[in-house]
């Protein structure tokens, strides 16, 4: 079975206020420990932006650390007890609520939003609402899976606790889902390479069953359930 997930280019850092592609200057890791937030950045630069894997990670964070509830709401600085991140959550001009990623008076600010974090939410609904569809279509469920491969830049270094944590896979144990790279270009190598695995390819193109999530009957549904984080992260 397959599918094709409308996830909205969210997860390569377009519609991201600070969102920008992974490349020299992305903050690709991030983790807060000790009060500090600590962050990888593509390069070894100054950050410019967070890339795709980046998001994911500080929306890990911000609903281990209560900054963000299961709703996807950003919580009031009142609210939160750790000075340093009280200290981070600030309003725009709009009055729209952030949460300040860096804190270095050195390069500029780097904030995720509220609206931010809604378009991630968008995004992880529409791949685990997918995903969802495909294992009630094929009469399964995620225990019946032995191993989930995510491919690509974003799927190769994405940190798979952080996309358990904002529930973009329905609940699996992480040791089944493997980083596999560009798995396209390998693919197109070799069937160039070996016709038993090109006349293979060619046979399992013709077994695929396309499923046309837009006009599945319980689609809508399963992506508006979807949205919503998990309750409780399980990864630290």
Sequence with gaps: LGCSSAAGPAFEGARISSGMRGTNGAIEKVRYNNDKMDIEVIGNVEPRGICGSGLVDIV????????VNSS?????????????????????ENNVSMFRITKNDSYNHIYLTQKDIREVQLAKGAVLGGLN????????????????????????????KSA?????????????????GNSSAL?????LLSEDVFVEMSELVRKI????LATYPTFQKEFIKALSFPKEVKYS
């Design 133 to 160: 569809i495909l294992l009630r279509h094929a009469n399964k469920t995620i225990d019946d899976v032995d191993e989930i491969y995510l491919a690509g830049a974003f799927g190769n270094y994405i940190n798979k």
């Design 164 to 180: 358990l944590n904002i529930g973009l896979f329905p609940e699996i144990e992480v040791e089944k889902i493997k980083l596999i």
């Design 72 to 92: 996807g709401k950003l919580n009031s600085a009142k609210n939160i007890l750790n000075k340093d991140l009280k200290d981070r959550i600030t309003k725009d």
């Design 60 to 67: 890990s964070e911000m609903l281990r650390l209560g900054i």
């Design 209 to 212: 069953e396309y499923i046309e």
């Design 187 to 191: 693919g197109a190598s070799m069937a």
